[in-house]
């Protein structure tokens, strides 16, 4: 069974930075991509980057543009989401997930989350 | 990009019941790429239906998709104790993913 498995979450103040891991198990990660998607303290689910398996090509929603940064290990089963100039607007839990690529993409395997607070 | 409208918000059903969820979006999906994910309290999401109608591993019959188009329903034939969570529609035809609102389902 696919193992998702997020950290690196925690408080940080408006203008800082964090840097959240995910480590994949039961999986052959290099193949495939892999995604953040996050969810706002009571509200719904917000895609918010992914990462290709093989050419490790970068996608991002506009709202994290130019401030947040994808990447992955393949040799340590590992994603990163580097989130720099964070803001209220990014408090939520963030969720890695493995993507299917068929058209765009869908999310199979999800982590339980890790939880960005950003307040001062 | 295309918004994805669901309804009802809340759904007040019993156990037993059958549930019909509602998925709109604002232009056609293309080659009917929606999928839902069930959320209970506390939990991530897990996949349930891919394609706008096929049923992700290990995912009961009782829950099925239709649709195409601009229009998609996810319908859970008998409801059970453990249905009863939100529900999120995404559609990934084209760039960015985007998801519905959510519905609750909740016991009546």
């Known amino acids: 069974e696919v193992q998702v498995l997020e950290s690196g979450g925690g408080l940080v103040q408006p203008g800082g930075s964090l840097r959240l891991s995910c480590v994949v198990s039961?999986?052959?990660?290099?193949?495939?991509?892999m995604s953040w998607v996050r969810q706002a303290p009571g509200k719904g689910l917000e895609w918010v980057s992914t990462?290709?398996?093989?050419?490790?090509?970068?996608y991002y929603a506009d709202s994290v543009k130019g401030r947040f940064t994808i990447s992955r290990d393949n040799s340590k089963n590992t994603l990163f989401l580097q989130m720099n100039s964070l803001t209220a607007e990014d408090t939520a839990m963030y969720y890695c997930?493995?993507?299917?690529?068929?058209?765009?993409?869908?999310?199979?395997?999800w982590g339980q989350g890790t939880l960005v607070t950003v307040s001062s | 990009e295309i918004v994805l409208t669901q309804s009802p918000g809340t759904l007040s059903l019993s156990p037993g019941e059958r549930a019909t969820l509602s998925c709109r979006a604002s232009q056609s999906v293309s080659s009917n790429y929606i999928t839902w994910y069930q959320q209970r309290p506390g939990q991530a999401p897990r996949l349930l239906i891919y394609?706008?109608?096929s049923g992700a591993t290990g995912i009961p019959d009782r829950f099925s998709g239709s649709g195409s188009g601009t229009d998609f329903t996810l319908t859970i034939s008998r409801l059970e104790p453990e249905d009863f969570a939100v529900y999120y529609c995404q559609q990934y035809g084209s760039s960015p993913p985007t998801f519905g609102q959510g519905t609750k389902v909740e016991i009546k």
């Open positions: 394609d706008a109608s």
């Open positions: 997930a493995t993507s299917y690529n068929s058209g765009w993409y869908y999310f199979d395997h």
């Open positions: 039961e999986f052959t990660f290099s193949t495939y991509a």
């Open positions: 990462i290709g398996g093989s050419d490790g090509t970068t």
